[in-house]
Every structure is written in structure tokens, then in C-alpha cells.
């Protein structure tokens, strides 16, 4: 912004400034309305004349016999100008590109690049994909990563991935971003520096130039994390792209705007304005072609540049698709890492590794040196050749060679994703028919089965009908006792009256389930208080240091709020709370839908008997959701608002606190009781791998795929409302079992092991939520699972046959390979769908872990459609909502990505 300004000073500063550059003639400066004319001729003039319609004008008209100076026509001798002042009229010997050693050296590297990037994947010794686990080496147990050996050249990753086999796949991914995000720049710079050069000493070349200069006032490196991670970096490429590109084109700019800027008062230049060429036609035909061989060389420098900008921010943990965490151990911090072979992430935990396990270290930054070196001596040789006047690069590379290099590229892409086991694998997915998978919603969605809720007889019915299926569709058994269910103890809270709550203002009374609702907390809510309302915000917690919540906010060592209700706007501060003594809670949603939502509550109690005295301690409080309009009342006394109290929140230092007195007295309570051991079901079936034998190295079976639905729902309460719970989950369940058809009746034979699971996802289980279940527990219900079955993946189906949107969604937690799977098989069946926007919390990756901090153990994705949370545990959750379409584009993905996940070792 300075920068503008003072260019627009200078105008007043210095009358010069006001004149219009001495080579544009007066005629060419006209009124804005002009200006837009003369646009619109350009255009006209180049969509009716360029080389397509003089190739189809030519086609059409017979050739005469040629006149002796025919073609000396006047655009040949632009031409023959225009050639002298690009290179002298020479071309450069073969013994003088030989003597250019940066061009002959550089050349002879890229090459070697280009060969691992075409081959990399077969010229790597392992699967980039295959993690090992324990081995024996010189007789020890040996956990990863593993030094250099003939096993592995180069040593593995923390993960036991073989490093060879990372870089050498990963050269396709990271140079190839590297390309697009050049060409991003390249583009942008050469527009920008010829629109900038050509009207010099304009508003618009003024404002260009400003634009380029508060760029680069601004550190590439923090404005590139920025742009990233505020683009979203779960979306894969784009944002890298959109960002890197964005923030380095100014250089390029700069130095066409310069050469354009020289070659425009050249004579073949007024010749051609002279005889009546638009604008479009001089640059196309003469200022681009003259400036050519020197943007091949700012390329191929730029290559250079762009590859040290990944290697920084990969360094900083920021590379493509942000990364998922992996618990490496039960007490450990979570490893990040990605499941995709790329450069960036291999650097991104070399800070912690680097002196311990140096390879971790040595190779990949070698990798990033070798291509930068690369590319620097190369765009170095040909800058080198430009100078000495050569217009080889002119004759080698144009608008011809460029065209047919991109059609190869799209000609390939789509032969690839048409051709081969795809193809195949594409054409069984077609057999998927969404009329089965709508009657399977259908009969789960059937009333004897009481919404299939967790605490009810129906729950246990569906469990053993999804059973039945399994068995229908000759799926092995996979459960316990050569069944397909497998026996969980649940615990889980249940109201046993609806809530009451009262305001003593002299205002209308509360209603349940449209004002208020019961809270599902950490712990059990229970109890009842009458008592003054008391407003409590806590800023952000100080660094761990200790295992109580109040140790990271200070002041909350010594308050003591018995006998007050407290209001909170934020319901991550209830849990930090639940150590200070108070007689309930009170907490403010901005989502009205969540008060008439089906939950299951907690049945963790504080009251425990002290290890020590053997007398009770704690005592369990009512907690209960109220609207902003509730919250609102509760303070109106005090002149604030819901919306001021947060803000002064987010304005608070860490581990400081404020307060409010309303005044006001209010009174609630809740009844509920603790189910501490209800039986539920796990159906569990599996199509075994059948590529492999034990010990043979390319074993495939012994990877197994997880597919997830959840099939029950939140326990009954005292409301006498129905919830039929069809999409949240039937739908997922129905999808799935016409996905299991699909794969049986195609016969189709996976290599990898296929698990599917219809589970219990509500309430507790050894005081853990079941929620997202541990998908270890579900191989522990048949023999010899467990020890010999390896998590490759896990895709979660939930919420797929309707929503407010108008696409699939995919979310995969960091898992790049998963989501561009899933996104790729979407499209390939004719679904649209969209990457879901997930952020991730950059504080995760620079703290020092925690090992409270759990990770996957295995990367996973979540097939839903686009807005089904809306309708999820409401009344409104019944089959009217349920598209035959939507089942039909989630079956036919998921289908599609199955076969080629179970079919293909590397996908």
C-alpha cells in the first residue's frame, strides 16, 4: 500500500511523470470509452484472424502459380528485421554448446530427472506404500527406521518405509507440482509484464509494478505458509499452486515488462502498427517469439527456485495435504507424516531425527539438491546460449511442440484412467444397483427395529438381520465363535425425565427442546441447583504443565462457585471447570438443532471415594444448552450481549479469566441414570486376500481394508417423539451391503483382505467413547486376526443417501492418497463430489507432542453426502430424505474405490 502511494505521488510530485512515454503516439492515447473499443476490435480481430482460420482459409483455395517476389510480402520483412534483432542471424554451433558446460551438465541432470520421474515407481527397489514393522537384524529385534543395508540402500522412514522408494516415486509428485506452479508464474508474469510494458507509464503498469514490489516487501516463506493454510492444505495441489504462484511472479514481470518495454519503439514494431495490426496480432507474432528463448531459461531458474521454496516449507511441516498422525506407540507422540510419497514430507521431521538417525536427514535433502542443481545449471546454460545468439530454443520449442506436448499429456491421462485393470474394475462398479441398497435402508428403517437405539430390543434385532445378510451374500465370518457378531459391554447415560429449567425475570418460560436441551458432557449430568447465574471466560490455557485443567488457568486454583450456576459461551471451557467446585452449567449454543438433537449421555461420575480417607469425593452437576436468545436474557442487565462477552474472551491472555454477577436467578434439573452393562453387537464379515503366502515378500493378503458403518443410535429419552434415524446411519449399512453384493457377484477376486463392519457406535467402553471405534477390538474377535492381519486402510460410510448439498464430500484426515482415490473413483462413476474442508491445527506440529494425543492407526476417509449432519438425529431423519441417486453415486464409489484398493498394490 505504500508503495502505491507513492507511485501515485509522483504524478503530483513531478509534472514528467504526468506525460505519456515518448514512443506512444499521440493517436494511441484515448478516452476510457475508446479504450474499451478498441479492446473489443482487438478481439474481434484475433478470433477472425490467427492460424487456425488462415489454415482453413488456405485449405479452401487453390494455390496459384507464385509471382517471383510473392513472398516478399510486408510481414516477411517485419520478419527478416525482427529475426536480426533477435539473434544476429546466427545459430550456435554444436562446438560451442559443447563448451557450454553449465548447458551440457544441466541438460544431462534433467534428464536423469525426467527418466525418475517417468519410471520412478519401477525403478524402485520396494513399494513406497509397505511399512515394516519389528525385525531381526544381526540377531536383535529391531524397530524402525532401519540404517542402509542391502535390504534397504538408503535406510526406511520412522515408519519403515523404504527411503529409495519414497524419493524415487515421490520425484513424480514434487517436481510435478513444481512444473505447475513455474507455469502459474510464468503465465501471470508474462501476461502482467507485457500488459505492464506495453502501456508503460500507465495507471494500470503503475499499479502492477506496486503489486510486485509489496509482494516482495513481504517474507516468501511466511506468506506462502500463510496462503496455504488459509486456502485449506487438505485440498491437495491447488492451494500450493494458487499460492506459490501468486507470490512469484513479480520477478518474471519485471523482466518482460523491461524487454517489452525496449522492443516496442523498434522499427518492425511501428511497421506493423503502421499497416493496421491490433494489439493481440504484435505481441503474438513479434514480441513474444522475441523474448522466448530467454523465458526458457527464467524457467528453468524458476524450477530451481520453486523446488528450495517446498524443501523450506516441508521443513516446516507444511507440504501437501497437511499430513495425518500416526501412533507409532501406546505412550508416545503421535508421528506426522504423509501416506503419500512426496519430498517436502520427508524433511518434515528431520528436526527430531536428524542426529540420531542421519539418513533420515542426508537423502532427501540430497534429492532436493540434486534436482535445484539441476535446473539453476541448466536455465544458467541457456541464458548462456540466448546471449550468444542462438534461436535454437525458438525452432525446438513454439506453440506447435507446446500444443502437442499438452495433447500427449491429456491423451495419456485419459487413456490411463480408461485402459487396464481400471477399466475392468469400472465396469463390475456398474453393476451396482441402488434399488437394493434403497430397500436394505428400507428394512432397517422398519419400526420393530425402534430406530436401531443403543439401550432397546430393536438394536439387538438389527444386529442379528445385518448378520443374516452378511451370511446371505457368503461373506466368511469374521466374528466370534465362527460368527459374524462380535460381544461388547456398553455403558452410556439415560435421561429418565426431561430437564426443567426456569429464568426469574418475569419473562415468558423456557421451552424444552426449542430453548434449552440436555448437555452431553465429559461426565454424567445430574442434580439440581437454584441460584444466581454467574458468566466465567477462560482465554487460552497456559503450556501444559501439569494434569488438571485449572493448573493452566491459575486463577481458578482458589475460586469456589458452589451454589452458582455458571454460563459459559465456549463448551471446551465445561471440561476445564468440571474441577471447580459449582452447582451446574449452563452452556450457550449458536445451533438451535442441537437442542432437539438424539444423544447418548455420559455415565461418568465424578463422586469417587478418595484412595485415601475412602470418603466420596466430587459431586455431579446438572449441565444443560441454551440458545443465544436464553443467554441474552440471562444478561441483559449488564448491557452485554453473548456477542461482546466473546468477543472480550477471545481477547483475553493466556490462562487469565473473566467474570460476570448477572444477578439473575435461575433454577434447573436433570434426572438420569447410569446403564453401566448393556450388550451390544459388532457384525463383522470379511472377503479374505487371496495374493501371498506367509513370508513371501509382495504379500498382499495379509493387508486387510476396513469398511465402517455404524448401524445404532443414541439411546430412547423421556420425549415421546419419534427418530427413525434412517440416513444417520441406515443409509451407510444399506450402501455397504450393495457394495458386498456387487463384489461377490462379479466375482471378484481381491488380493488384499476386505473386513466390513456394521458396529455399535454409541456410548462407553472401559470409559472410552466407541464413537470412532478402535479398529484393533473388531480383529480381535477371530483367532489369529489380530497377529496376522495388517491395517491398510479404513473408509467410513455415513450419511449417504441425502443432505442439504448436492455432491458426495470426502474427508480424510490428512490422508492425500485416500482422498485422491476416493475423488478420482467419484468422478470416474459420474458422481460429483467435493473435498470436505478440514483444518488442521498447526500447533499440533510444532509443540512437543503429547501423549495424550492419540493418532491413526491406519489413514482413513469418510464417504458422506454433502450436508447430512443437518437431518442427523432430528425427527426429520426419515426416508422421505433418502435419494435413490445419491445411494446410487455413493454405492458405485464406493464400490469402484474398494476393487481397486483390495485389487492394486499401489493405488
Given at each position: 500500500?505504500?508503495?502505491?502511494?507513492?507511485e501515485?505521488?509522483?504524478r503530483?510530485?513531478?509534472?514528467?511523470?504526468?506525460?505519456?512515454?515518448?514512443?506512444?503516439?499521440?493517436?494511441?492515447?484515448?478516452?476510457?470509452?475508446?479504450?474499451v473499443?478498441?479492446?473489443g476490435?482487438d478481439?474481434?480481430?484475433y478470433?477472425t484472424?490467427?492460424?487456425?482460420?488462415q489454415?482453413?482459409?488456405?485449405?479452401r483455395?487453390?494455390?496459384?502459380t507464385?509471382?517471383?517476389?510473392?513472398?516478399?510480402?510486408q510481414?516477411?520483412?517485419?520478419?527478416?528485421?525482427?529475426?536480426?534483432?533477435?539473434?544476429?542471424?546466427?545459430?550456435?554451433?554444436f562446438?560451442?554448446?559443447?563448451?557450454?558446460?553449465?548447458?551440457?551438465v544441466?541438460?544431462?541432470?534433467?534428464l536423469?530427472?525426467?527418466?525418475?520421474v517417468?519410471?520412478?515407481?519401477?525403478?524402485?527397489p520396494?513399494s513406497?506404500?509397505?511399512?515394516?514393522?519389528?525385525?531381526?537384524?544381526d540377531?536383535?529385534?529391531?524397530?524402525?527406521?532401519?540404517?542402509?543395508?542391502?535390504?534397504?540402500?538408503?535406510?526406511?522412514?520412522?515408519?519403515?518405509?523404504?527411503?529409495?522408494?519414497?524419493?524415487f516415486?515421490?520425484?513424480?509428485?514434487?517436481l510435478?507440482?513444481?512444473?505447475?506452479?513455474?507455469?502459474?508464474?510464468?503465465?501471470l508474469g508474462?501476461?502482467?509484464?507485457?500488459?505492464?510494458?506495453?502501456?508503460?507509464?500507465?495507471?494500470?503498469?503503475?499499479?502492477?509494478?506496486?503489486?510486485?514490489?509489496?509482494?516482495?516487501?513481504?517474507?516468501?516463506?511466511l506468506?506462502?505458509?500463510?496462503?496455504?493454510?488459509?486456502?485449506?492444505?487438505?485440498?491437495?495441489?491447488?492451494p500450493f499452486?494458487?499460492?506459490?504462484?501468486?507470490?512469484g511472479?513479480?520477478?518474471?514481470?519485471?523482466?518482460v515488462?523491461?524487454?517489452?518495454?525496449?522492443?516496442?519503439?523498434?522499427?518492425?514494431?511501428?511497421?506493423?502498427?503502421?499497416?493496421?495490426?491490433?494489439?493481440?496480432r504484435?505481441?503474438?507474432?513479434h514480441?513474444l517469439?522475441?523474448i522466448?528463448?530467454?523465458?526458457?531459461?527464467?524457467?528453468?531458474l524458476?524450477?530451481?527456485?520453486?523446488?528450495?521454496?517446498?524443501?523450506?516449507?516441508?521443513f516446516?511441516?507444511?507440504?501437501?495435504?497437511?499430513?495425518?498422525?500416526?501412533?507409532l506407540?501406546?505412550?508416545?507422540?503421535?508421528?506426522?507424516?504423509?501416506?503419500?510419497?512426496?519430498?517436502?514430507?520427508?524433511?518434515?521431521?528431520i528436526?527430531t531425527?536428524?542426529r540420531a538417525?542421519p539418513?533420515?536427514?542426508?537423502?532427501?535433502?540430497?534429492?532436493?539438491?540434486?534436482?535445484?542443481?539441476?535446473?539453476?545449471?541448466?536455465?544458467?546454460?541457456?541464458r548462456?546460449?540466448?546471449?550468444?545468439?542462438?534461436?535454437?530454443?525458438?525452432?525446438?520449442?513454439?506453440?506447435?511442440?507446446?500444443?502437442?506436448?499438452?495433447?500427449?499429456?491429456?491423451?495419456?491421462?485419459?487413456?490411463?484412467?480408461?485402459?487396464?485393470?481400471?477399466?475392468?474394475?469400472?465396469?463390475?462398479?456398474?453393476?451396482?444397483?441402488?434399488?437394493?441398497?434403497?430397500?436394505y435402508?428400507?428394512?432397517?428403517?422398519?419400526?420393530?427395529?425402534?430406530?436401531?437405539?443403543?439401550?432397546?430390543e430393536?438394536?439387538?434385532?438389527?444386529a442379528?438381520?445385518?448378520?443374516?445378510?452378511?451370511?446371505?451374500?457368503?461373506?466368511?465370518?469374521?466374528?466370534?465363535?465362527l460368527?459374524?457378531?462380535?460381544?461388547?459391554?456398553?455403558?452410556?447415560?439415560?435421561?429418565?425425565?426431561?430437564?426443567?429449567?426456569?429464568?426469574?425475570?418475569?419473562?415468558?418460560?423456557?421451552v424444552?427442546?426449542?430453548?434449552?436441551?440436555?448437555?452431553?458432557?465429559?461426565?454424567?449430568?445430574?442434580?439440581?441447583?437454584?441460584?444466581t447465574?454467574?458468566?466465567?471466560?477462560?482465554?487460552?490455557?497456559?503450556p501444559?504443565?501439569g494434569?488438571?485443567g485449572?493448573?493452566?488457568?491459575?486463577?481458578?486454583?482458589?475460586?469456589d462457585y458452589?451454589g452458582?450456576?455458571?454460563?459459559?459461551t465456549?463448551?471446551r471451557?465445561?471440561?476445564?471447570?468440571?474441577?471447580?467446585?459449582?452447582?451446574?452449567?449452563?452452556?450457550?449454543?449458536?445451533?438451535?438443532?442441537?437442542?432437539?438433537?438424539?444423544?447418548?449421555?455420559?455415565?461418568?461420575?465424578?463422586?469417587?471415594?478418595?484412595?485415601?480417607t475412602?470418603?466420596?469425593?466430587?459431586?455431579?452437576t446438572?449441565?444443560?444448552?441454551?440458545?443465544?436468545?436464553?443467554?441474552?436474557?440471562?444478561?441483559?442487565?449488564?448491557?452485554?450481549?453473548v456477542?461482546?462477552?466473546?468477543?472480550?474472551?477471545?481477547?483475553?491472555?493466556?490462562?487469565?479469566i473473566?467474570?460476570l454477577?448477572?444477578g439473575?436467578q435461575?433454577?434447573?434439573?436433570?434426572?438420569?441414570?447410569a446403564?453401566?452393562?448393556?450388550?451390544?453387537?459388532?457384525?463383522?464379515?470379511?472377503?479374505?486376500?487371496?495374493?501371498?503366502?506367509?513370508?513371501?515378500?509382495?504379500?498382499?493378503?495379509?493387508?486387510?481394508?476396513?469398511?465402517?458403518?455404524?448401524?445404532?443410535s443414541?439411546?430412547?429419552?423421556?420425549?415421546?417423539?419419534?427418530y427413525?434415524?434412517?440416513?444417520?446411519?441406515?443409509?451407510?449399512?444399506?450402501?455397504?451391503?450393495?457394495?458386498?453384493?456387487?463384489?461377490?457377484?462379479?466375482?471378484?477376486?481381491?488380493?488384499?483382505?476386505?473386513?466390513?463392519?456394521a458396529?455399535?457406535?454409541?456410548g462407553?467402553?472401559?470409559?472410552?467413547s466407541?464413537?470412532?471405534?478402535?479398529?484393533?477390538?473388531?480383529?480381535?474377535?477371530?483367532t489369529?486376526?489380530?497377529?496376522?492381519?495388517?491395517?491398510?486402510?479404513i473408509?467410513?460410510?455415513?450419511?449417504?443417501?441425502?443432505?442439504?448439498?448436492?455432491?458426495?464430500?470426502?474427508?480424510?484426515?490428512?490422508?492425500?492418497?485416500?482422498?485422491?482415490?476416493?475423488?478420482?473413483?467419484?468422478?470416474?462413476?459420474?458422481?460429483?463430489?467435493?473435498?470436505?474442508?478440514?483444518?488442521?491445527?498447526?500447533?499440533?506440529?510444532?509443540?512437543?507432542?503429547?501423549?495424550f494425543?492419540?493418532?491413526?492407526?491406519?489413514?482413513?476417509?469418510?464417504?458422506t453426502?454433502?450436508?447430512?449432519?443437518?437431518?442427523?438425529r432430528l425427527?426429520?431423519?426419515?426416508?422421505?430424505?433418502?435419494?435413490?441417486?445419491?445411494?446410487?453415486?455413493?454405492?458405485?464409489?464406493?464400490?469402484?474405490?474398494?476393487?481397486?484398493?483390495?485389487?492394486?498394490?499401489?493405488?
Amino acid at each position: 500500500m505504500v508503495n502505491i502511494l507513492i507511485e501515485i505521488s509522483y504524478r503530483f510530485i513531478d509534472p514528467r511523470t504526468r506525460e505519456a512515454p515518448a514512443h506512444l503516439a499521440s493517436h494511441r492515447r484515448h478516452s476510457p470509452l475508446q479504450s474499451v473499443k478498441d479492446l473489443g476490435l482487438d478481439v474481434k480481430d484475433y478470433l477472425t484472424d490467427n492460424a487456425l482460420t488462415q489454415w482453413i482459409q488456405r485449405s479452401r483455395t487453390r494455390p496459384e502459380t507464385a509471382a517471383v517476389f510473392s513472398g516478399m510480402n510486408q510481414g516477411e520483412n517485419d520478419t527478416l528485421e525482427q529475426a536480426a534483432y533477435i539473434g544476429g542471424g546466427g545459430r550456435a554451433s554444436f562446438k560451442t554448446l559443447w563448451r557450454n558446460f553449465p548447458l551440457v551438465v544441466g541438460g544431462i541432470l534433467v534428464l536423469i530427472l525426467l527418466v525418475i520421474v517417468l519410471f520412478g515407481p519401477q525403478l524402485a527397489p520396494r513399494s513406497p506404500y509397505t511399512t515394516q514393522g519389528l525385525e531381526f537384524i544381526d540377531g536383535q529385534l529391531t524397530a524402525p527406521p532401519f540404517g542402509p543395508s542391502a535390504g534397504f540402500p538408503w535406510g526406511t522412514d520412522v515408519l519403515g518405509r523404504d527411503l529409495m522408494s519414497l524419493i524415487f516415486t515421490g520425484a513424480q509428485l514434487t517436481l510435478s507440482l513444481t512444473v505447475l506452479v513455474v507455469i502459474t508464474r510464468m503465465v501471470l508474469g508474462i501476461l502482467l509484464g507485457v500488459i505492464a510494458g506495453w502501456t508503460n507509464g500507465s495507471t494500470l503498469d503503475r499499479i502492477i509494478v506496486g503489486l510486485a514490489e509489496i509482494l516482495s516487501a513481504i517474507p516468501t516463506l511466511l506468506l506462502a505458509m500463510v496462503l496455504i493454510l488459509a486456502l485449506g492444505i487438505r485440498q491437495g495441489l491447488w492451494p500450493f499452486i494458487v499460492s506459490l504462484g501468486f507470490i512469484g511472479w513479480g520477478e518474471t514481470m519485471q523482466y518482460v515488462r523491461g524487454q517489452v518495454m525496449t522492443i516496442r519503439p523498434k522499427s518492425f514494431i511501428e511497421s506493423a502498427i503502421a499497416i493496421g495490426a491490433r494489439t493481440p496480432r504484435i505481441l503474438g507474432r513479434h514480441v513474444l517469439p522475441t523474448i522466448s528463448s530467454s523465458l526458457i531459461s527464467i524457467f528453468a531458474l524458476e524450477m530451481g527456485a520453486v523446488l528450495m521454496l517446498l524443501g523450506e516449507l516441508g521443513f516446516l511441516s507444511i507440504f501437501i495435504g497437511g499430513g495425518a498422525f500416526y501412533e507409532l506407540e501406546t505412550f508416545a507422540a503421535p508421528y506426522h507424516y504423509s501416506d503419500v510419497p512426496e519430498w517436502g514430507a520427508l524433511l518434515s521431521n528431520i528436526r527430531t531425527y536428524s542426529r540420531a538417525y542421519p539418513w533420515l536427514t542426508l537423502f532427501p535433502t540430497l534429492a532436493f539438491f540434486f534436482a535445484i542443481l539441476a535446473f539453476n545449471l541448466f536455465g544458467e546454460g541457456v541464458r548462456r546460449l540466448v546471449d550468444s545468439g542462438s534461436l535454437v530454443f525458438n525452432r525446438i520449442i513454439n506453440r506447435y511442440t507446446i500444443g502437442a506436448t499438452a495433447l500427449f499429456i491429456v491423451g495419456f491421462g485419459w487413456l490411463q484412467s480408461n485402459s487396464g485393470t481400471i477399466a475392468f474394475y469400472r465396469q463390475h462398479a456398474q453393476e451396482y444397483n441402488s434399488q437394493n441398497a434403497y430397500r436394505y435402508v428400507e428394512q432397517l428403517a422398519d419400526g420393530k427395529y425402534e430406530a436401531r437405539a443403543i439401550g432397546t430390543e430393536g438394536v439387538t434385532a438389527a444386529a442379528l438381520d445385518i448378520a443374516a445378510e452378511f451370511a446371505a451374500l457368503k461373506l466368511q465370518p469374521a466374528g466370534e465363535k465362527l460368527t459374524f457378531l462380535q460381544e461388547r459391554t456398553r455403558t452410556f447415560g439415560r435421561l429418565e425425565a426431561i430437564p426443567k429449567l426456569s429464568i426469574e425475570d418475569g419473562q415468558a418460560p423456557v421451552v424444552y427442546g426449542e430453548d434449552f436441551a440436555a448437555y452431553p458432557g465429559y461426565f454424567m449430568s445430574l442434580g439440581e441447583i437454584g441460584g444466581t447465574v454467574r458468566y466465567v471466560g477462560l482465554g487460552p490455557p497456559l503450556p501444559r504443565g501439569g494434569f488438571g485443567g485449572s493448573f493452566r488457568h491459575p486463577d481458578l486454583r482458589y475460586v469456589d462457585y458452589s451454589g452458582e450456576i455458571l454460563l459459559v459461551t465456549d463448551p471446551r471451557d465445561v471440561r476445564t471447570l468440571r474441577n471447580v467446585p459449582h452447582g451446574g452449567v449452563l452452556v450457550v449454543t449458536d445451533e438451535p438443532d442441537l437442542l432437539n438433537r438424539r444423544i447418548t449421555l455420559s455415565n461418568r461420575t465424578q463422586a469417587r471415594p478418595s484412595p485415601l480417607t475412602g470418603f466420596v469425593e466430587g459431586e455431579d452437576t446438572p449441565a444443560i444448552w441454551i440458545t443465544e436468545d436464553v443467554a441474552n436474557r440471562l444478561i441483559a442487565n449488564s448491557g452485554e450481549t453473548v456477542a461482546t462477552l466473546q468477543q472480550q474472551q477471545d481477547n483475553l491472555q493466556a490462562g487469565a479469566i473473566t467474570e460476570l454477577d448477572t444477578g439473575v436467578q435461575a433454577y434447573l434439573r436433570v434426572e438420569s441414570s447410569a446403564e453401566e452393562q448393556w450388550q451390544a453387537f459388532n457384525v463383522i464379515g470379511h472377503l479374505p486376500g487371496t495374493y501371498g503366502t506367509g513370508g513371501e515378500e509382495g504379500q498382499l493378503d495379509n493387508k486387510v481394508i476396513f469398511v465402517l458403518a455404524q448401524y445404532d443410535s443414541p439411546p430412547p429419552g423421556p420425549e415421546e417423539e419419534d427418530y427413525p434415524a434412517v440416513n444417520d446411519n441406515a443409509s451407510g449399512v444399506g450402501v455397504m451391503l450393495e457394495a458386498i453384493r456387487v463384489l461377490q457377484e462379479t466375482e471378484y477376486t481381491p488380493k488384499k483382505t476386505l473386513l466390513f463392519v456394521a458396529y455399535s457406535g454409541e456410548g462407553w467402553e472401559g470409559g472410552e467413547s466407541v464413537s470412532n471405534p478402535d479398529i484393533n477390538k473388531f480383529l480381535q474377535a477371530k483367532t489369529g486376526f489380530a497377529a496376522n492381519l495388517e491395517p491398510e486402510a479404513i473408509v467410513h460410510v455415513r450419511g449417504v443417501g441425502g443432505g442439504s448439498g448436492d455432491r458426495l464430500e470426502i474427508s480424510s484426515g490428512g490422508s492425500l492418497r485416500l482422498a485422491e482415490l476416493f475423488e478420482s473413483t467419484a468422478r470416474r462413476m459420474g458422481a460429483n463430489v467435493v473435498r470436505s474442508d478440514e483444518p488442521i491445527d498447526i500447533s499440533i506440529i510444532y509443540e512437543e507432542g503429547s501423549v495424550f494425543e492419540s493418532g491413526q492407526d491406519a489413514p482413513e476417509v469418510r464417504l458422506t453426502w454433502l450436508g447430512w449432519e443437518e437431518s442427523a438425529r432430528l425427527p426429520t431423519d426419515t426416508l422421505d430424505n433418502i435419494s435413490v441417486d445419491n445411494l446410487d453415486d455413493a454405492g458405485r464409489t464406493l464400490a469402484l474405490a474398494l476393487m481397486i484398493m483390495a485389487g492394486e498394490r499401489d493405488y
